[in-house]
């Protein structure tokens, strides 16, 4: 099934997204994806979806990927600033309502906007995202945020490779990479945004809300969690499960943080089980 990608003006920032092109009634996905990512990492769940009739759309984040990178002059890369930002590309995508999919710690702003949007969605989909108070970014992610060595590892490409393939566990084919990587080659800016992100994310204070909320969400929600990540525990994901029975969890044994680069298939038939049994 053919992705396309577009860009679209919204306010004074340009996003970057990639579409499924299927004519479909039914509400699509969102996919919202990870640091130090972007939309290509949802590109083969999409792909899978799509061969099911379910339709998709991943922008990549204000900063990241190939939408603009606003000096923090511009943008202040902090949650809110987020939200607000996030809310008006749903608007401009005319997206009435709709399914809610995210990953990663950035997935935090995005389990935020639906606690504040359910009547926007029509349900919540997480893969391996901050959802319990005691989320802290790790320890690799967390030097980005340091002065002068941050700005040293978020000025190499590298950085992508390995982030990814450590929060994965398995190597990440050099034909994703080389996509994974494009932005860092083509402008210093994306590195300092992911600096300005990290540093930002105000975890201390979001995830105990997240996990509140969580807790009390009315709307159906699937979990799919990457059992074998060291940086956030399947307990919190356990944990939040038996605390609510709209949600649905379905654990992934050997995956670790970035599930959807190496379980893109099994994902995609998780979400369409989720799908058929909350839906149809």
Known sequence: MSIKTDKIQVGKFQWFYRQTELESDRP??????????????????????????????????????????????????????????????????????????????????????????????????ILNAPIAGNAKLPWLMKQFTFPVMGDMMTQDPLLVDRTLEKGSGFVVADKDLDVLRKPFLQSSQVGRSLMAIAKKLQLDTNTKEIESGLKQWSLPTLIIWGAADKWLDVADAKQLAAANSEITLVELPTAKHYPQEHWASDIAKEIVQFFRRKIF
């Open 28 to 125: 699509p996905i969102l996919f919202l994806h990870g640091i130090p990512a972007h939309s290509y990492t949802w590109q083969k769940t999409m792909s899978f979806l799509a061969d099911e009739g379910i339709p998709s759309i991943a922008p990549d984040w204000l900063g990241c990927g190939f939408s603009d990178k606003p000096s923090q002059r511009d943008f202040a890369y902090t949650p809110e600033a987020f939200l607000q930002e996030l809310s008006e590309l749903v608007t401009a995508l005319k997206l009435d309502k709709f399914y809610l999919a995210v990953q990663g710690f950035l997935g935090s702003v995005g389990i935020q906007y639906a606690l504040l949007n359910p009547d926007r969605l029509a349900g919540l989909i």
